[in-house]
């Protein structure tokens, strides 16, 4: 099956309303330019460097995510360009988004990532940090950054309910979060689901997929 095919494929599978981001981490441009020219527009990477230097291969109207572990110094490298950042975990990274999009006059989107997942390798807040962070007084200040909704990462298991279980709370936290919303808080995005369960995900609230493989094909990791 080709990129196109496959992207057909499962733009069938999604409902209306359900951004997906197609995940071309280690892919190469070549890859990503056929997809876009099936009409993707919306790519995700894990590699700050990686997908800045698909930036400026690629077409300029693409939106690109930046799905993976964020390290603070790395932000520079991305804040020019940056659509949405999905896995934010601390306030300190948040400070330094803002600055380096201040540097550009930008506002960048970001996610606070819950830690849903069993295994302690996963990044993410657990419930209580990630209320401190939006409790937090120093978020006034941060004039360009907007926080635009939650991601979570289930475990990698063959337990459909574990997993079905790991959704549905990060869908509940989002629920009791979703109320007090301010000029750089409007938490609307609930970005769950990959390849593997994006239609669990979907059906427990998701309303933004990260599909890689599926698209891509399998990843080689060299
Ligand atoms: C790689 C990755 C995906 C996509 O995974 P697939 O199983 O290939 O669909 C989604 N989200 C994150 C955070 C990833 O790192």
């Known amino acids: 099956m080709s990129i196109k095919e496959n992207l057909n494929t ?35 990477e894990n590699r700050i460097h990686e997908m800045a230097k698909k930036y400026e291969a690629l077409p300029k ?28 975990d601390n306030l300190k990274l ?4 803002n600055k380096q999009a201040q540097k550009h006059n930008r506002i960048i989107n970001c996610l606070l990532q819950l830690k849903i ?35 979570g990462m289930a475990t990698f298991t063959e337990n459909q309910q574990q997993i079905i279980n790991e959704f549905n709370y990060l869908k509940t936290v989002f629920d009791k ?9 409007n938490l609307k995005t609930i970005s769950m689901g ?4 994006y239609e669990s995900a979907i059906n427990c609230g998701s309303n933004m997929v990260r599909i890689g493989s ?9």
């Open 194 to 197: 990959m390849s593997g369960d």
């Open 177 to 185: 979060l979703n109320t007090n919303k301010t000029f750089n808080c």
């Open 61 to 88: 109207d693409i939106e690109w995510h930046m799905i993976g572990h964020v390290q603070r110094n790395k932000v520079k490298y991305m804040a020019h360009f940056v659509t949405l950042i999905h896995a934010v």
């Open 117 to 151: 997942a069993e295994e302690d390798s996963k990044h993410g807040m657990n419930e209580s940090e990630l209320i401190a962070v939006l409790n937090s007084d120093k978020l006034v200040n941060y004039k360009h950054i907007n926080i635009v909704g939650l991601m």
């Open 10 to 44: 499962i733009q069938k599978t999604i409902p209306k309303g359900i951004t997906l981001v197609a995940v071309s981490k280690t892919k190469p441009a070549t890859a990503i330019q056929e997809a876009y020219n099936a009409g993707q527009r919306v790519f995700g």
């Open 94 to 97: 948040l400070e330094e988004i």
């Open 214 to 222: 599926s698209i891509f094909g399998n990843r080689n990791y060299n």
